[in-house]
């Protein structure tokens, strides 16, 4: 079906099953997104929140909370968009040799966007920022923030549709500093497609003018999202993933998208920033405050029957996951067009998506060579760490195939043949002071930590213990081991104070096993909080080990030198303790959860949805 709105897809999701009607009053303060999450985590249908206290507009939210009821959604466009994106290198060709390409260069056509005589949609209405259901998500946000938005700017160089950005950058509404009504922050980095919009109106001298557009079929958000090659704006893609031309107008010099259910415009002036967050994030904490570019509010519009879309992000899996797992269905191969020798790069979901990934290379420099071991998979790994999104990562593990198939997505299987295969003494390559998530706390500061490569390739060296080696079991002052994955021991230790006081903790437990002698089956060890907690599945694991530790300054080794400035060690000890100095994870208010009961009892709106 092609929906020409979000009432039309909501209707169509109702009609087949996806979708719940809460009919029940509901606080945007805490409860909205208590209840998306327990509906999200039973693994349950798009929620339309009828009556949202505070606000004349419905809400829906989980439109995407699984890649089935996604390509549902998007079950006739689906196939002509994987082709068109199969034109990775240059998916614009479909249109300048629309014979060869008559399909795809069809779709594409029917794609690009048309502009609408006239300044606004008819019958939109003006309304205020307070008027919005102003939703908060945890009890530590700093205010109300729109999680879905599409923030549009164009090129101030080079004006117009085909010159913008759309991205999904996040806003908050309300709290801080910000006056309601006309302000509110925008929160993104200067690398991002609005960041260069914003450098070149300031070396204009001008105010960079914004759209935000909220709600519009549901291609138009994904759109916002869509990592697309060169030559594909997101305002063509959203046309071609929603079957249907981007419709748009001007009003006052601003961009109005004729399908969005809400349009926000305003200016962001050069240097003006107000203190935006904290915001519950995707890695399971909250992102503190910082100064972010504030935008002064120039009008609010709101088409009649607005429904206000959201979602909620917090610890993985949320429905962000389902997001990346629609994106990589969508974009096939492109990281094997845009890396050479790459067969697979997958972001660990567990770990946050960004501090943890896992790849698979080619290995052809040392075919001949007696010793095997990574050649190419380096110049690999530093590819990837330096492409896109990927570059925000902190720990690579990479491998080649060579006498079995390799799958990244098994994950304890992967990191079990890298622990076989590794040479620590070799293998391991760190990237000091560099850049990294600007959500990601462990750092030296905002954006700046570093990276660190594990490859590995060639015969199998080890067995893995399957048991806690019994010198992981005798060591003062570190207690409680155990069994994480083969090869892989987590060990309690004292409260984390600073780094000062670290380094010696990890003299002693490096010095108590170096004293104990060789302990080759278990290559890693984690030194943590709760050994029983990171131990009791791999998404603990991941969580806890990778969004709590900076390499450079967290890894450590048993019998570690260096050898000609290359870091080397028998066995690695990684520091997952919670650091002072790191943003507090996110936790549900005991409270909030308790008022929601009400909405999953029999004969209440979700008395039908089993949760935990």
């Known amino acids: 079906m092609i929906y020409r709105s979000l009432e039309d897809c909501i209707i169509d999701l109702e009609k087949h099953g996806h979708l719940v009607r809460i009919r029940e009053e509901v606080d945007p303060y805490l409860e909205m997104a208590a209840i998306h999450m327990k509906v999200y985590a039973a693994g349950g249908p798009a929620l339309l929140f009828e009556r949202v206290k505070g606000s004349r507009f419905r809400a829906?939210?989980?439109?995407?909370?699984?890649?089935?009821?996604?390509?549902?959604?998007?079950?006739?466009?689906?196939?002509?968009?994987?082709?068109?994106?199969?034109?990775?290198?240059?998916?614009?060709?479909?249109?300048?040799?629309?014979?060869?390409?008559?399909?795809?260069?069809?779709?594409?056509?029917?794609?690009?966007?048309?502009?609408?005589?006239?300044?606004?949609?008819?019958?939109a209405q003006e309304i205020r920022i307070s008027d919005l259901?102003?939703?908060?998500?945890?009890?530590?946000?700093?205010?109300?923030?729109?999680?879905?938005?599409?923030?549009?700017?164009?090129?101030?160089?080079?004006?117009?549709?085909?010159?913008?950005?759309?991205?999904?950058?996040?806003?908050?509404?309300?709290?801080?500093?910000?006056?309601?009504?006309?302000?509110v922050g925008l929160h993104y980095q200067i690398h991002r497609g609005i960041g260069v919009h914003q450098e070149k109106a300031v070396r204009q001298g001008n105010p960079l003018k914004v759209s935000c557009f909220v709600g519009g079929p549901p291609a138009h958000t994904l759109s916002a999202v869509m990592p697309l090659p060169e030559g594909l704006s997101e305002m063509t893609f959203n046309g071609l993933l929603a079957g249907r031309r981007f419709r748009y107008s001007y009003r006052d010099g601003f961009c109005i998208s004729n399908d969005a259910d809400f349009v926000i415009t305003g200016e962001i002036h050069p240097g003006e920033t107000k203190p935006e967050g904290p915001f519950g994030d995707h890695l399971g904490y909250y992102s503190l405050t910082h100064p972010f570019p504030v935008m002064k509010v120039h009008k609010v519009y709101a088409k009649p029957g607005a429904i206000w879309p959201f979602t909620v992000v917090g610890r993985p899996p949320q429905e962000d996951t389902a997001f990346g797992d629609l994106i990589h269905e969508l974009t096939g191969d492109a990281i094997k067009q845009e890396i050479p020798g790459v067969k697979e790069v997958h972001a660990v979901d567990a770990a946050g998506v960004?501090?943890?990934?896992?790849?698979?290379?080619?290995?052809?420099?040392?075919?001949?060579?007696?010793?095997?071991?990574?050649?190419?998979?380096?110049?690999?790994?530093?590819?990837?760490?330096?492409?896109?999104q990927l570059s925000l990562a902190k720990f690579l593990f990479i491998s080649a195939e060579e006498n079995q198939p390799l799958d990244t997505h098994r994950e304890a299987d992967f990191l079990a043949y890298i622990l076989e295969r590794i040479d620590l003494r070799r293998d391991l390559h760190f990237h000091t002071n560099t850049t990294i998530d600007t959500l990601d706390y462990s750092g030296t500061g905002l954006n700046s930590g570093s990276k660190v490569v594990f490859a590995a390739y060639g015969d199998k060296k080890r067995e893995l213990c399957r048991e806690v080696p019994s010198q992981c079991k005798e060591i003062r002052g570190f207690d409680n081991a155990r069994l994480v994955i083969p090869g892989i021991v987590a060990v309690q230790g004292p409260a984390f104070t600073d780094y000062a006081r670290a380094e010696l903790e990890l003299q002693e437990l490096c010095g108590a096993l170096e004293a104990q002698g060789p302990l080759p089956s278990c290559p890693m060890i984690i030194l943590c909080d709760d050994s029983e907690f990171l131990s009791a599945n791999m998404a603990n694991f991941f969580w806890a080990t990778f969004t709590r530790s900076n390499p450079s300054h967290d890894i450590y080794g048993v019998n570690a030198a260096y050898e000609n400035k290359h870091w080397a060690c028998d066995n690695v000890i990684i520091d997952a303790r919670v650091k002072p100095h790191q943003a507090p994870p996110l936790i549900p208010d005991p409270a909030v959860e308790k008022q929601i009961e009400r909405l999953f009892a029999k004969g209440a709106s979700l008395g039908g949805i089993k949760h935990a």
Do not use: C
Not at 150 to 159: A, G, L
Not at 359 to 384: C, D, F, H
């Open 60 to 123: 829906v939210s989980n439109l995407f909370g699984t890649v089935e009821r996604s390509k549902f959604i998007f079950r006739q466009t689906w196939d002509a968009v994987q082709s068109v994106m199969a034109l990775r290198s240059d998916p614009m060709q479909a249109l300048k040799n629309p014979f060869k390409h008559v399909g795809t260069g069809l779709a594409a056509w029917k794609a690009l966007p048309l502009k609408k005589s006239g300044s606004l949609p008819a019958a």
């Open 133 to 183: 259901p102003l939703i908060q998500h945890w009890p530590m946000d700093g205010g109300a923030f729109i999680t879905l938005p599409q923030v549009y700017t164009e090129d101030p160089d080079k004006p117009g549709i085909m010159n913008s950005n759309l991205g999904m950058y996040r806003v908050q509404l309300s709290g801080n500093e910000y006056e309601l009504d006309k302000e």
């Open 354 to 388: 960004h501090p943890l990934l896992f790849a698979i290379g080619s290995e052809r420099y040392t075919p001949y060579q007696q010793v095997k071991q990574p050649a190419e998979l380096l110049t690999i790994a530093n590819r990837i760490l330096g492409t896109g």
